[in-house]
């Protein structure tokens, strides 16, 4: 394989999947990389055991990664509909008023008002009033609104660049990532 010069010549993917225990001793024992087939490399050995250490390290920390992401999902999920529903229903006492008659509001994750996690640790939408188009800060302060809205549904972003950032809102769009296999990343044009 040729190096040109934006890409690195020496390399190593792990696909934590498929190993399993008797693989991870054997990599803390055994320097031949190229006979793993969780293990692509550049290399075919590596006899550095501190290197192997780290390789082994890395397994065991993606395995359990693997392993807790389904709960952790599922937990994720129940805290943003619990911050929801506090918020569609006012409050806790809200929610606590609006339950005793059975009018309890349920919040509609692709409305304009659901959010994210980080959406309800942070609520601001309105763009800092006193840096203006033009000033060294404004591309700086729009990034990072824009940034920490990414994430959340369409309907959302549009309310939020139509009504308080008074911009057109040209769309929103999920990016597919083939080794992960799903849509991993966020973006919307303004």
Not at 16 to 37: A, C, E, Q, W
Not at 120 to 129: A, P, Q, T
Request: glycine share 6%.
């Amino acid at each position: 394989m040729a190096c040109d010069k934006g890409f690195s010549c020496t390399y190593m993917l792990l696909e934590p999947k498929d190993v399993g225990f008797f693989d991870l001793i054997r990599i803390l024992f055994s320097n031949n990389l190229g006979r793993r087939r969780f293990v692509d490399s550049s290399e075919e050995t590596e006899d550095d055991f501190e290197r192997r250490w780290l390789i082994f390290l890395s397994i065991v920390v993606q395995k359990l990664l693997q392993f807790v992401a389904k709960p952790m999902a599922t937990i994720g999920w129940g805290i943003e509909m619990c911050l929801n529903l506090i918020s569609s229903n006012q409050s806790l006492v809200g929610l606590i008023l609006n339950f005793l008659p059975g009018k309890v509001i349920i919040p509609d994750k692709d409305s304009r008002t659901f959010l994210l996690f980080i959406g309800n640790l942070d609520k601001r939408v309105e763009l800092d009033k006193s840096i203006k188009h033009g000033d060294g800060r404004y591309n700086a302060a729009l990034s990072m609104m824009a940034s920490k809205i990414s994430y959340e549904n369409a309907f959302y972003i549009r309310t939020t660049v139509d009504q308080h950032w008074k911009m057109e809102f040209l769309g929103s769009y999920d990016f597919w990532n083939d080794y992960q296999g799903k849509a991993t990343t966020q973006a919307f044009m303004l």
